[in-house]
């Protein structure tokens, strides 16, 4: 294997011209060089003229090498990440995954950088397992480690359950002692299904499933079950609504006057399973098998999600009076370790995933995204002027939050370098002047920082 001198052999800058411009050929379609993975790419340049919409925005991750506003890393086009799944690098054997990952190594972030670390280094020793066996290799120390990590944060929050109002009081130590029978791996019978939440994670599977029949099938399956009737004790059910359910599952035989929600529920989620099945996921098998011992009342084995507790202590500390307790308290649970921030995280979360899903979510926070510098939810246009190009996991992280709070986390180098990409591209036609224009001074608007526009000025000559 020749993984150990891959890095200076494909890690390319771009080329500089005479003139000073850059180019940025080299960055538009990766050439897969290693034997034995195929070229994937297509080399050739399709045009590309003015842009007009959020999807041609996006595309100039495809284009050229765009940077993050935020991080300034690298974006990646989610039409070469599904490229890389289409191809089988994500699920082939690890040193060609390994190798394939090093042309995309400034992409990553520091936790999906640490992890491609680990999947080298075992790929010396290991070369042709899958990634969902190098997984469950590390998952034991992986797993033992991200404890000791969580432990002393946990044991902080239950020092704050005293300061509670007894009710809020009540609610929390319920949902620190559910988190301990996750965290611990323990059996224990949850209180009620969540069919909001189901949706979400087997959404999140779905993006990494090659079959897009069957992941569209899958994602329409997952849709009634986040529907409010399930939540309205009271409400009675529809024979329409039974009807819809019965068509799309392509359920025959059953007395449809006497159907249950739970029986409704059941369904959909025993459908879903079967294609896990045939699709041989153990992830998605995983989240049916907890979905249905939690609608029959039986004991189950969840693991622990960040996302998920965080969610549940949003909802437990709603309406509590002490603002300031429960600042304090969603503080010290901001510091616990995710898939995002601890490689320890990202492996333990993975456990069951097929590598698909491994290799996928390797990128996926590199994942170009339209960011609104004005948020959506405050008033921002989905307009061109309003938008701007962001990883996925910084866009995330912000969500609606104050601009100019959140832009404090990054060196304004980046958004000078990001808007000078974006001047370029009015050199060369494809944004108008007077939208670029527009976008800096949102963005000034929006995070008080002054842009350097001086080569958008020369553009107006």
């Known amino acids: 294997m020749r993984i150990a001198s891959i890095l200076s052999n494909y890690i390319k800058p771009a080329g500089v011209h005479k003139n000073n411009q850059y180019d940025y050929s080299v960055y538009r379609y990766p050439v897969n060089n290693f034997a034995n993975t195929g070229d994937i790419f297509i080399k050739s340049q ?40 289409s191809s089988g690098i994500f699920s082939g054997p690890i040193k060609n995954f390994a190798q394939e990952m090093f042309n995309y190594l400034d992409y990553l972030h520091p936790t999906e950088k640490e992890f491609l670390k680990k999947i080298t280094i075992m790929a010396f020793d290991k070369p042709d397992i899958r990634l969902s066996e190098a997984i469950r290799i590390m998952y034991p120390k992986a797993n033992k480690e991200l404890l000791e990590e969580q432990k002393p944060i946990f044991k902080e929050l239950s020092t704050l359950a005293n300061k509670m109002p007894y009710g809020y009081k009540t609610k929390f130590k319920e949902l620190l002692k559910v988190s301990r029978f996750r965290l611990e791996e ?19 599977i779905g993006d990494t499933i090659k079959d897009d029949y069957m992941a569209k ?23 329409k609504f039974v009807d819809k359910i019965l068509n799309l599952t392509e359920t025959r035989d059953v007395n449809r006057k006497k159907l249950t929600k739970k029986d409704l529920q059941l369904i959909i989620i025993n459908k879903i399973k079967q294609y896990g099945e045939i699709l041989n996921r153990k992830d998605i098998l995983y989240q049916c098998d907890i979905a249905i011992k939690t609608l029959e009342q ?29 600042e304090n308290i969603n503080l010290i649970a901001s510091k616990l370790p ?28 590199s994942i170009v995204t339209i960011e609104h510098i004005q948020p959506k939810s405050l008033g921002g246009p989905n307009e061109l002027e309003n938008y701007a190009l962001a990883c996925a996991s910084d ?40 939208t670029a224009i527009s ?3 949102t963005f000034y608007k929006e995070s008080g920082r002054n842009i350097d526009t001086g080569k958008l000025a020369a553009y107006k000559k």
């Open 46 to 85: 399709p045009s590309f003229t003015a842009i007009n919409s959020a999807p041609a925005f996006r595309n100039l991750a495809y284009q050229r090498k765009m940077h993050c506003i935020y991080c300034g890393r690298p974006l990646m086009s989610d039409k070469i990440v599904n490229r890389l799944k």
């Open 186 to 204: 323990k059996e224990y019978i949850p209180s009620e299904f969540s069919g909001k939440e189901f949706k979400y994670k087997i959404s999140r």
């Open 217 to 239: 099938k899958i994602a329409q399956l997952t849709e009634p079950l986040s529907h409010p009737i399930f939540k309205k004790e009271k409400e009675p059910l529809t024979l």
């Open 298 to 326: 039986k004991p189950v084995k969840i693991k622990f999600s960040n996302k998920a507790f965080k969610y549940d202590l949003n909802e437990t500390l709603d309406g509590m009076p002490d603002q300031t307790l429960r």
């Open 338 to 365: 995710t898939s995002r921030t601890s490689v320890n995280a990202f492996i333990t979360k993975h456990e069951l995933s097929a590598s698909d899903a491994i290799g996928y979510n390797v990128l996926r926070p």
């Open 395 to 434: 866009n995330n992280n912000r969500s609606n939050g104050s601009l100019a709070e959140f832009i404090k986390n990054f060196d304004i180098k980046n958004q000078n370098r990001y808007f000078k990409e974006i001047f370029e591209e009015v050199y060369k036609g494809n944004i108008p002047l007077k």
């Open 439 to 441: 976008m800096v001074e």
